[in-house]
């Protein structure tokens, strides 16, 4: 079994350097709009665990942001166009608020996309950062 090579940070709101440093690859909106989405889910769920994960030529050998509580709660990559947050359970999450806007067809996750100047309700994104953590941990009681 090949180890992992990555950086899980279990204090709560408090993370190592390597793991909660911003995206800085991007230089502009992109980095702000992944710095104020991270903050949020943190305020959500001070005991998240951030890594980054699947480091690629692509993404600049940064990795991929993910956040996790009893199993991934979502991704944040950056794109040209967009910031996506994926969450892993989407499709069993409620949405009363309508963010998710992005990868409704899929049968497990669902998306939200912000573009350069959107705007998320910051209320409602936590309630749905909380509803995932809630279902992840319900999820793992059963196991």
């Keep these: 079994m090949k180890k992992s090579s990555k950086t899980a940070v279990r204090t709560p709101g408090k993370a190592k350097p390597k793991a909660n440093e911003p995206i800085r690859d991007q230089g502009n909106w992109r980095e702000e709009t992944i710095a ?3 903050a949020l889910i943190l305020e959500a769920d001070p005991e998240m665990i951030e890594e980054r994960k ?7 050998m940064a990795g ?6 009893d199993g991934i709660v979502c991704t944040g990559e950056t794109y ?9 359970k989407g499709a069993s999450l409620p949405d009363p608020s309508r ?3 992005a990868s409704l067809e899929g049968g ?8 350069e100047g ?3 309700d910051a209320k409602a994104f936590k309630a749905l950062v909380k509803a995932a953590v ?7 009681k059963k196991r």
């Excluded at 699947?54 to 600049?60: G, L, P, Q, R």
């Design 36 to 38: 104020r989405m991270r």
């Design 108 to 115: 497990t996750r669902r998306a939200i996309d912000i573009q």
């Design 134 to 140: 809630s279902l992840n941990g319900a999820s793992a």
């Design 64 to 69: 991929v942001p993910v956040w996790s509580h």
């Design 80 to 88: 040209k166009t967009a910031v996506k947050l994926t969450f892993a």
């Design 54 to 60: 699947w480091k690629k030529a692509s993404n600049n």
């Design 118 to 120: 959107g705007k998320v």
């Design 99 to 101: 963010l998710f806007n």
